[in-house]
């Protein structure tokens, strides 16, 4: 079995459109449960987000459940979900444009003081400028926290998740910031496991060649010090021999033009020193 997952972000599919879908505001429409199917729900209300909080082993039949009915925004919060049955998911979106899946195994998507999609702690975001894409959802937190604290705030929290096929990745969250009004900055959380941050450096890179004026970029990377061999809370978070290194990754990021800081709480105020505020 390949070690890695994800594709290039030079190549494109019509899942690639769902990415829009990710613009969650205060007039976003969420499921809730008073139907007896999605298709009824979309039907009877039209919502245009689905969170899915049953058991893992139920998780890929509900995401799909929701593909079909094409609600445009579907998060998935449950941990270890089967590999094969995100493979088969993975199947089905590549081949739609309707669907966009946020997780599974992530704290979900937020838009402060508007919407929230998810099980964060909505009373610790602020509204502000900085969109944040994370692999790991307590390192969001302390993102957040860090960056309300200096008074920048967020426009976007995008929990990734840490498994090992995520439905939204770092670079998918990159090209949403990119053309997203309200951020004027962007963190990127990454960790050990697979090899998202060098797509999403490959991104930065691209976007600070053609942008005339680039949004600046700060990121990290966890896992430094992480034993070979062990799943550091995520099962996507594990360093094997002939992975990709966190020191590599750190590298590729700050090669594209990223910034690179130590932890999370000094992201607030290197942002604010890079937007000149």
Same mark, same amino acid.
């Given at each position: 079995m390949a070690k890695c997952f994800s594709t290039s972000s030079t190549r494109t599919s019509p899942y690639d459109r769902t990415i829009r879908n990710l613009k969650?505001?205060?007039?976003?429409?969420? !499921?809730?449960?008073?139907?007896?199917?999605?298709?009824? $729900?979309?039907?009877?209300?039209?919502?245009?987000v689905s969170t899915v909080f049953v058991p893992a082993k139920f998780a890929a039949a509900a995401i799909l459940e929701t593909i079909e009915a094409e609600v445009p925004l579907v998060v998935?919060?449950?941990?270890h979900v089967p590999v094969h049955d995100m493979l088969r998911v993975h199947e089905v979106l590549r081949t739609q444009s309707k669907t966009r899946?946020?997780?599974?195994?992530?704290?979900?998507? !937020?838009?402060?003081?508007?919407?929230?999609?998810? !099980?964060?702690?909505?009373?610790?975001y602020t509204r502000g400028c900085v969109g944040i894409v994370s692999k790991s959802g307590t390192l969001s937190y302390e993102a957040v926290g860090s960056t309300a604290q200096v008074g920048l705030g967020q426009s976007l929290v995008i929990g990734m998740g840490g498994d090992m096929l995520p439905g939204t990745t770092l670079a998918d969250g990159l090209k949403l910031f990119f053309d997203h009004d309200e951020t004027k900055?962007?963190?990127?959380?990454?960790?050990?496991?697979?090899? $998202?941050?060098?797509?999403?450096?490959?991104l930065i890179r691209e976007h600070r060649r053609t942008s005339p004026r680039p949004k600046?970029? !700060?990121?990290?990377?966890?896992?430094?010090?992480?034993?070979?061999?062990?799943?550091?809370g995520h099962a996507g978070a594990i360093w094997?021999?002939?992975?990709?290194? +966190?020191?590599?990754?750190?590298? +590729?990021?700050?090669?594209?033009?990223?910034i690179i800081v130590p932890h999370p709480g000094v992201m607030g105020e290197r942002m604010k020193e890079l937007l000149g505020m």
């Open positions: 969650i505001t205060d007039q976003t429409r969420v !499921i809730y449960q008073v139907f007896n199917t999605v298709k009824e $729900a979309m039907r009877e209300v039209k919502p245009d998935s919060v449950a941990e899946l946020v997780g599974p195994n992530c704290p979900g998507i !937020i838009s402060p003081k508007q919407c929230r999609v998810g !099980i964060m702690p909505y009373k610790q900055g962007i963190i990127v959380i990454g960790e050990i496991g697979g090899e $998202a941050e060098l797509e999403a450096a490959e600046p970029v !700060i990121a990290m990377v966890a896992g430094r010090t992480a034993p070979e061999g062990k799943a550091m094997r021999d002939g992975d990709v290194t +966190a020191e590599a990754k750190t590298k +590729a990021l700050e090669d594209a033009g990223a």
